[in-house]
C-alpha cells in the first residue's frame, strides 16, 4: 500500500569519515501503515544499478537508535514509526560515484496478526547529494 513511497529522494548521499568515503545512506519509510519494533524486520535487501549490497555490511537508523543490521532481530524496545524516515547506512569504500542510481529496497515485515510477511518493493532513480 505504502510502497511507492518507501525509498525516498532526500538523502541519499555518501557518507565521509576521516578525508575518506566509507559508504553511502539511503532513506526509507516504513511500507506499512503503523510503526514497527525493529525486532518484526525479517529482511532489508538493497540493490543500487543492480548491484546487491550485504546485510553484514549495513546500519539501520531510526530516530532513537543505530543499529547494525544483524543486530535488528534482538531490538524490542526501538521502533520505526509511520512516516519516519529512517537510515540506512552501507558501508562501501569510495561510496558511490556522482549523479542518478536506480535504487531498490525490499522491506519485509513481521506482522502478528498476519499469516504472511508485509513486503515492500520499491525502485527509483534518485541523485546522489553531493557533500
Not at 540493490?47 to 543486530?71: A, R
Not at 535488528?72 to 561510496?95: D, H, P, Q
Not at 542518478?100 to 546522489?128: F, M
Request: hydrophobic fraction near 35%; charge should be negative; charged fraction near 25%.
Amino acid at each position: 500500500m505504502f510502497e511507492q513511497y518507501m525509498v525516498c529522494e532526500d538523502g541519499f548521499k555518501n557518507v565521509e569519515e576521516n578525508g575518506e568515503l566509507i559508504g553511502f545512506e539511503v532513506k526509507l519509510r516504513i511500507p506499512y501503515y503503523r510503526g514497527v519494533s525493529l525486532s518484526l524486520i525479517n529482511s532489508i535487501d538493497l540493490e543500487v544499478d543492480g548491484i546487491s549490497f550485504p546485510q553484514d555490511d549495513m546500519l539501520f537508523k531510526v530516530e532513537t537508535g543505530s543499529f547494525p543490521y544483524n543486530e535488528l532481530s534482538t531490538v524490542i524496545n526501538n521502533r520505526w514509526e509511520f512516516g519516519e524516515k529512517a537510515t540506512l547506512f552501507v558501508k562501501k569504500k569510495g561510496g558511490l560515484d556522482s549523479g542518478s542510481h536506480k535504487v531498490h529496497a525490499v522491506v519485509n515485515l513481521r506482522i502478528s496478526y498476519l499469516p504472511w510477511p508485509n513486503i515492500g518493493d520499491d525502485t527509483k532513480t534518485i541523485t546522489l547529494v553531493e557533500n
